[in-house]
Structures are given as structure tokens and as C-alpha cells.
């Protein structure tokens, strides 16, 4: 079993890296590290130097990483995933350099989505400077794509910490690896890629400043501001560049006692299931996997 700590980052290729930046930070409102490679915007929005990394190159999420407690943990997960027949490969140093962790592995789920374990994700002391006060207080969570969630389900509660909260039918399973409810989910889809990533922010006003804020700048809103059932959440979706999609969330329940919880499932066709606010609701839009080809010609 590989105890996975925590979300480390997402990293995503753009081929128009300065409007996927410049959304990133002047839209969403995360902070852009000082740059230190060519083709590479690191943002941040809390004590991790970055949780998404914009390359530029061809579009595409390049992968999902997730933190596990030191270099034992990873070696010991490396010979598990290879011990159970996954390809697994050893980051290089310079590829972790720019992750700013001290040590990877990257292999893909069943689906193809591609998944990275890190150890020493770099934390940064200096509080963050957000390019807009949106409220963000941290990365909150990432959701996959895949075209069977009860197999997805399979896969991480059977080699991973991650358990099921709840279930919204056969549509999506949302996993939690700490008392978040979730801070993994998987969404039904014919191919992979990555649903959505998610910051949390401070207040419900928050979530209403940003929506109208968003609402003036000519951003699509994808969803909401609504409430979901399941988490609490009261959520808010829009798009990026390249089919990336954002949210913003205030409210998550925490499930303090793990053993007492009992996963819930929604019909997601019952009124309400998605959110209880009743307003229109749509699936949001994902951005696909790079290809592993096309990955590997890639710098890092
Ligand atoms: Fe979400």
C-alpha cells in the first residue's frame, strides 16, 4: 500500500504560454515564481513553491503529481507499482529540478492518465504574493478523467491510501487521502485527462467577488456558483486557455472520523445532486492527456 501525503502539482502543457500565464495570474490570481527556466511559468498558491507548472510545448496535461513522505516511501512505491507489472520511470535530476522536488516517479494509471510521485516537494517560507486578492488559501484538489470510475476506484483504493467519500453514480468517485473529502476525484470521460484542478479560498464572498470579477473580464463560466451535496463545497467553475478548467470552493467538509464514514451515492440525473442550489448544470470541460510520445520528446 503507497500512503500518498498530499497533492503536489499539476503541469500542464500550453502552446501559448504567455496568455495561459497571464490568465493564471492576472485571472485566477496565483503567484508567479521568478523564472528560472525557458518555457515554464511555476505558480504558486501556497506554502508549495508551485502546484501547477504551465510548459510550453504542444497542449495537454503532462501529469498529476502527488507527495509521499520521503525517499524510502518513494523507493518502496516504485517497487510496488513495478512488483504489480506498471512501467515505472526514474525522474532525472534536472526533470526534478524543475518539479522542485528531490525525487520522482512518473508512470499512467490504467487509463493512460499519466501520474507522477514526488518526495521533498520544496516549501517556500515567504507568504504568497497573489497577483489578485481572489482569497485563495490553498491547492485544493485535482480531478482525473477516465472512462470507467468504479475501475479508477479499483486502482487507487487498492494500491493507494485514497478512499471513497462518496460516489455521483457512475459518473464520478471522490477520494480522500487526509480527512478532506476529497482531494482526488475521478470523472467519467472517454479518454484521459485532468477534469479540473481546484483552489480553496477563504470565504463564500470570496466565491462572489471572483464570479462577478470573472463575469466582467469575459471569462466562461462553466458552473455554479452553486453547492454540491456531497463535499459541502460552494463551488464556482470557469474556463482557461486550452481547455483548462479552474474552481474556486469554499466550505469543504472534512471527515474527521475515517472509519465512521460511510460513502454516499447520487443519482447525478436527481435534481440537486449536483448542486443543491438547483442551478443549471453541465459537465465542465478537460483538458486531455498528452500522449506519452509526445511527452518524452519534450524538455523535462
Ligand atoms: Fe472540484
Redesign the pocket.
Known amino acids: 500500500m503507497i500512503t500518498l501525503t498530499d497533492i503536489a502539482y499539476v503541469r500542464s502543457g500550453v502552446a501559448d504560454l504567455d496568455t495561459a500565464t497571464r490568465f493564471a495570474t492576472e485571472i485566477v490570481g496565483l503567484e508567479l515564481a521568478s523564472p528560472t527556466e525557458i518555457g515554464v511559468a511555476h505558480l504558486r498558491a501556497d506554502h508549495r513553491h508551485h502546484c501547477l507548472a504551465l510548459v510550453e510545448g504542444p497542449s495537454g496535461v503532462i501529469s498529476s503529481g502527488f507527495s509521499v513522505a520521503d525517499s524510502d516511501a518513494l523507493a518502496a512505491a516504485e517497487t510496488e507499482l513495478e512488483r504489480s507489472g506498471i512501467a515505472v520511470r526514474r525522474g532525472s535530476a534536472a526533470a526534478a529540478r524543475s518539479r522542485r522536488v528531490r525525487e520522482f516517479i512518473a508512470f499512467d494509471d490504467p487509463f493512460g492518465n499519466r501520474l507522477a510521485l514526488v518526495s521533498q516537494q520544496e516549501t517556500v517560507a515567504r507568504p504568497v504574493s497573489f497577483t489578485r486578492p481572489a482569497g485563495i488559501t490553498e491547492f485544493?484538489?485535482l480531478?482525473l478523467d477516465a472512462p470507467d470510475v468504479h475501475e479508477a476506484y479499483r486502482f487507487w483504493s487498492t494500491r493507494f491510501n485514497a478512499r471513497v467519500s462518496d460516489w455521483i453514480g457512475d459518473s464520478a468517485c471522490l477520494l480522500r487521502i487526509d480527512p478532506v473529502h476529497?482531494k482526488l476525484?475521478v470523472f467519467r470521460a472517454d479518454e484521459p485527462g485532468l477534469?479540473?484542478v481546484?483552489f480553496q479560498v477563504a470565504s463564500i464572498d470570496d466565491v462572489f467577488r471572483s464570479w462577478h470579477f470573472l463575469v466582467e473580464h469575459g471569462v466562461e463560466i462553466e458552473m455554479g456558483p452553486g453547492r454540491?451535496p456531497q463535499?459541502t463545497?460552494i463551488?464556482l467553475?470557469f474556463l482557461g486557455p486550452e481547455g483548462f478548467t479552474y474552481?474556486y470552493?469554499f466550505g469543504v467538509r472534512r471527515i474527521e472520523d475515517d472509519a465512521g464514514w460511510i460513502p454516499r451515492t447520487f443519482d447525478p440525473r436527481e435534481p440537486g445532486s449536483i448542486d443543491m442550489w438547483l442551478g443549471p448544470v453541465r459537465r465542465v470541460c478537460s483538458q486531455a492527456q498528452l500522449k506519452p510520445e509526445t511527452i518524452a520528446g519534450r524538455a523535462s
Open positions: 485544493g484538489h480531478c476529497h476525484a477534469c479540473h481546484n454540491h463535499s463545497a463551488f467553475y474552481e470552493s
